[in-house]
């Protein structure tokens, strides 16, 4: 099994800046991928952002620019450095590491951006 801590969510208001970490342990064989997905209330999860192993990184139009998503693979941690911030930012941010035996999802940390 793999498990996953989040941590760096909180309130901020708009323009401020907030940068969330995870950080994964456990049961872990060959990590593909790392990325950050998002829920605000009433939608579905979306991709923010995640990385790959080979570092080929993808982003969600609503955040290019803005966020930027980083490693360090021998902490087998993600990072999330999110900037300009938005009220439409505001969502729980879910970590999700992919790996060769595991999808794993972390709980989950509140990111509100005030007006």
């Known amino acids: 099994q793999v498990q996953l801590v989040e941590s760096g969510g909180g309130l901020v208001q708009a323009g401020g800046s907030l940068r969330l970490s995870c950080v994964a342990s456990?049961?872990?064989?060959?990590?593909?991928?790392m990325g950050w997905y998002r829920q605000a209330p009433g939608k579905e999860r979306e991709l923010v952002a995640r990385v790959a192993s080979s570092d080929i990184t993808d982003y969600a139009d609503s955040v290019k620019g803005r966020f930027t998503i980083s490693r360090d693979a021998a902490k087998n941690a993600v990072y999330l450095q999110m900037n300009s911030l938005k009220p439409e930012d505001t969502a729980v941010y879910y970590c999700?590491?992919?790996?060769?035996?595991?999808?794993?999802w972390g709980r989950g940390t509140q990111v509100t951006v005030s007006s």
């Open positions: 456990g049961s872990i064989i060959r990590i593909n991928a």
């Open positions: 999700n590491v992919r790996s060769l035996l595991n999808n794993a």
